[in-house]
């Protein structure tokens, strides 16, 4: 009996069949050939130029990528070889050159992996050429591009391209990208700036327009602009239009209160206004930046006041003087055939004193917030000073010091005009009721003050008969080991230098006594700089823009609504000069020669630069501020509001 065969499954044997298949299939398959012995070589030769150029050999680099194309002139690494070219020139600023070898790649080897980085670095080395449109042409397109510290340099660039080419709304654009992505506050804060800047002072009306369209940022700076753009042109309407639609589009925007005052001094510009007066302000010039602060002081009055009298709105005109005596006196004849009612300015001694032949003959009341010069309230009776003086705070310091019972005082001023005028006063007020044992100046750009601060403690042991010895170690013992024999320093100065000189001071054991400076200490300077040391010092000032008073804080978060800044002492006293003109308007003295006499009568005036008062003359008496730093902040005085 035959037994039967084995039966396998199908699919079994489906697969045995398969696997036999590849089997035979692989064994069968020619191998790849290696990469040839040449073409390694030509690698290695090619690592050594890229580890000499990575060790700043750029000569010897170059020598041996020149060798890599001599020896193997069909290596497959030539677009790579091409590349390491390119960077040595570009690092060695030979960026034709480096040029040369990036296009090399791009128009020999369309198919390399080094195509993107060599457009990329063709863009940059047009852009170091100055050949602006041909760097823009190879870096606008970044569809392939991922690296963000590339795509950051390529925004940098073309920014900077776009604004030399004045291709201002593309280089917005590249701005804005860089500060959504810059993760340095500071770098962000600047980018910003920047876009602010270019909108605020270079792009035209249908620029601004474009811009404007859109509701997300910088949109918002771009309406607002156009909005003031269209007021200074007089298109009043379309200032009102563009006003409003900042206000709808953005109804908590923090520059709310500037585009406010823009649809109130737009909306009073299609009305004719009662009044007028004119600021006589260097626009132009070294000065423009002070006048700057001045305008914006004496702009913040009008619109308040317009605010609460639409019906007797003052109209605002504006007159460069340029620093300069001659347009001073120029700009004042001719807004005197304006029908102006007063003139707030000008700022500089001189200018004042080129335009009093003149205002004895206009017949108008002139307020210069600014001027510092001697006598300036007693040249004409139409001429009035509504700012804080050297005479008045050097006064002031001098009777704080009294009433301190500070009966030996050392005073250290810088070597400048500001300097030396508040220390001569300063001393002239107290000399005949405390000790004046020192004054010693220094050179405003010093930063080392230890020479200045040695010579004090010698005139002070010198007063005690203490001999200073020869020998320059035991000299410097005695000096680290002094104490004063003064109660206090008078330092009138600028924040910067008296917040370096403070601690040093303290390093010479000169701390423990009384500390009193002027109004250029009111700066963040001198409390980052002096840090603690500063602890209790005291200094003079005419505006205390910190107060919380609620007379003046208003005033301050509506200037600061307004610019986006603090106000200073300067934009202080032109606000608080337009503002006593406005308010003797409101009482109907309104006239030239009613607010003159209106000023000369004027008692107590509350201003945010401190309670005025002209005694029959025209040079304020101001109230000055006694500022103490205080738990590393400026503060009141004790007793003071």
């Known amino acids: 009996m035959v037994n039967a065969s084995p039966r396998f499954p199908a699919t079994l044997l489906l697969l045995i069949v398969l696997c036999l298949a590849v089997l035979s299939s692989t064994a069968c398959a020619p ?3 290696s990469e040839p012995q040449w073409e390694l070589d030509a690698t290695a030769l090619l690592g050594q130029a890229d580890v000499l150029y990575s060790q700043r050999q750029y000569e010897q680099a170059v020598k041996t990528v020149n060798g890599f194309f001599y020896t193997y002139p069909t290596s497959r690494h030539r677009d790579r070889a091409f590349f390491l070219l390119g960077e040595i020139h570009f690092t060695q600023r030979d960026y034709r050159q480096a ?6 790649i791009i128009q020999d080897f369309p198919a390399s992996s080094f195509i993107n980085d060599a457009k990329y670095k063709l863009g940059i080395c047009y852009f170091e050429m100055k050949e602006y449109d041909l760097a823009i042409a190879n870096l606008e397109d970044r569809s392939k591009i991922t690296d963000p510290t590339r795509l950051k340099r390529i925004a940098d660039v073309l920014s900077s391209t776009y604004v030399i080419q004045k291709k201002y709304l593309p280089a917005i654009k590249e701005f804005v990208y860089l500060s959504e992505t810059d993760q340095n506050d500071q770098q962000k804060a600047g980018y ?3 876009i602010r800047e270019i909108i605020e002072k270079n792009l035209t009306e249908p620029e601004l327009r474009t811009l404007a369209a859109g509701i997300a940022y910088p949109s918002d700076l771009a309406l607002l602009r156009l909005a003031g753009l269209l007021y200074e042109q007089r298109k009043y309407r379309d200032a009102i239009s563009m006003s409003k639609d900042f206000l709808y589009k953005f109804p908590s925007h923090p520059e709310k209160t500037r585009a406010e005052m823009l649809l109130n001094e737009s909306t009073s510009g299609l009305a004719r206004p009662r009044y007028s007066i004119a600021a006589l302000l260097p626009q132009t010039g070294q000065l423009a930046i002070y006048s700057d602060h001045v305008l914006k002081g004496i702009q913040l009055a009008v619109y308040t006041y317009n605010l609460q009298n639409p019906d007797n709105r003052v109209e605002l005109i504006i007159k460069d003087t340029e620093g300069s005596p001659e347009k001073a006196a120029a700009a004042l004849t001719d807004a005197a055939t304006k029908g102006i009612v007063a003139a707030i300015g000008p700022l500089l001694t001189k200018e004042v004193d080129a335009i009093a032949p003149i205002i004895d003959k206009v017949k108008l009341p002139i307020i210069t917030p600014a001027a510092s010069g001697e006598g300036i309230g007693k040249i004409s009776p139409w001429l009035f000073r509504n700012a804080l003086t050297n005479t008045s705070q050097a006064a002031a310091a001098a009777q704080y010091a009294i009433e301190q019972h500070l009966r030996k005082i050392v005073i250290m001023h810088p070597d400048d005009a500001y300097g030396k005028d508040l220390a001569r006063l300063f001393a002239s007020d107290i000399e005949r009721k405390a000790e004046i044992l020192a004054t010693v100046s220094y050179p405003s750009e010093v930063k080392d003050f230890g020479p200045y601060i040695r010579r004090v403690i010698e005139i002070d042991l010198r007063s005690r008969r203490i001999p200073i010895p020869e ?3 035991e000299r410097k013992k005695l000096f680290l080991d002094f104490a004063p024999s003064f109660s206090a320093l008078y330092l009138p100065g600028h924040a910067d230098k008296v917040g370096l000189l403070i601690p040093q001071l303290a390093y010479y ?3 423990n006594i009384a500390i ?3 109004n250029d200490w009111h700066s963040a300077n001198l409390i980052e700089r002096a840090d603690k040391y500063a602890e209790g010092a005291v200094f003079t000032d005419g505006f205390f ?10 005033i301050i978060d509506a200037y600061y609504s307004a610019y986006q800044e603090y106000p200073d002492i300067l934009a202080a ?5 337009a503002m006593m003109v406005f308010s003797l308007i409101k009482e109907q003295k309104d006239t030239p020669l009613s607010i003159r006499d209106g000023l000369l009568a004027m008692k107590d005036y509350p201003g945010i630069s401190g309670d005025t008062t002209f005694p029959g003359i025209g040079e304020a008496s101001k109230k000055i501020y006694f500022i103490v730093v205080q738990d590393g902040k400026f503060v009141l005085n004790s007793g003071e509001k």
Do not use: F, M, T, W
């Open 573 to 577: 006293q032109a606000y608080d000069a």
């Open 471 to 473: 020998d320059e170690v």
């Open 192 to 194: 910003r700036n920047r």
């Open 99 to 104: 040029l040369n070898n990036y296009k090399q």
């Open 31 to 33: 191998k790849l050939p």
């Open 545 to 554: 823009p910190e107060s919380e008073a609620p007379a003046i804080k208003p």
């Open 516 to 518: 009193i400076g002027s």
């Open 509 to 511: 054991n000169i701390k």
